[in-house]
């Protein structure tokens, strides 16, 4: 319920300039255009609280939203976006390793992925950082609604299959922000996370 409550509280470009490391928050991680504002935004039945942009990669800041005093969630920057500098790339990097690493009311990541093309080389280096960071991951095969029902079942068992060694908690769920499928489980596993 308290999703419906979230409201934009700063944005970070760097860690110096995150809200105070208390609390619990959960952060949103993806590929530009994988969907990942409009999972947010159906996750919080809101139109407009992330932005959905037509320009990916623009966004370089951690977008932090309050949904209560001791609750967040953070918009991670989008990556993958072919046109942005290697010195870019690797500021990106080396803010979300950190972040990932070191925030502590950091309690889980969600990582979006466009369920046509899941577990890019980037996906895979942003699941092996939330893993090492010992987070708990739920990995959104997200635009659901592009595949019929078959092809969605494949591809959740191949992601299975290919992090079935994944040392940390794990969940796969196809995501429409379209059809809303597997809006509700997203909601519930978030909420678990963030539970105090
Ligand atoms: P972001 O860059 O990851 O934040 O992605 P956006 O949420 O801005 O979405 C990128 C594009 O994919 C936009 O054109 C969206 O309308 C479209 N999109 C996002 N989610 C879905 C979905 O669940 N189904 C379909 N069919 N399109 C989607």
Redesign the pocket.
């Known amino acids: 319920a308290f999703f419906q409550r979230a409201a934009f509280l700063s944005a970070a470009a760097d860690l110096a300039a995150t809200p105070p490391d208390s609390g619990h928050e959960v952060a949103f991680a993806?590929?530009?255009?994988?969907?990942?504002?409009?999972?947010?935004?159906?996750l919080c039945h809101q139109k407009a609280l992330?932005?959905?942009?037509?320009t990916?990669?623009r966004?370089q800041q951690l977008i932090f939203f309050r949904l209560d005093d001791e609750r967040r969630l953070v918009?991670l920057p989008?990556y993958g976006f072919a046109r942005v500098s290697l010195t870019i790339k690797h500021q990106w990097q080396a803010l979300m390793e950190r972040y990932l690493e070191q925030r502590d009311s950091l309690k889980g990541l969600v990582v979006?992925m466009?369920i046509r093309h899941p577990l890019t080389a980037i996906d895979q280096q942003m699941i092996g950082w939330g893993s090492a960071a010992e987070l708990p991951l739920l990995l959104l095969l997200?635009?659901?609604?592009?595949l019929k029902r078959g092809a969605t079942e494949r591809s959740l068992r191949d992601v299975r299959k290919a992090l079935a060694s994944t040392p940390v908690p794990l969940e796969v769920l196809a995501?429409?922000?379209?059809?809303r499928v597997g809006l509700e489980a997203t909601q519930a596993r978030v909420s678990e996370w963030l539970e105090l």
């Open positions: 993806g590929r530009s255009n994988a969907g990942k504002s409009s999972a947010i935004n159906a992330a932005r959905t942009s037509k990916p990669g966004t918009d989008g979006m466009d997200t635009k659901a609604d592009k995501f429409s922000a379209v059809t």
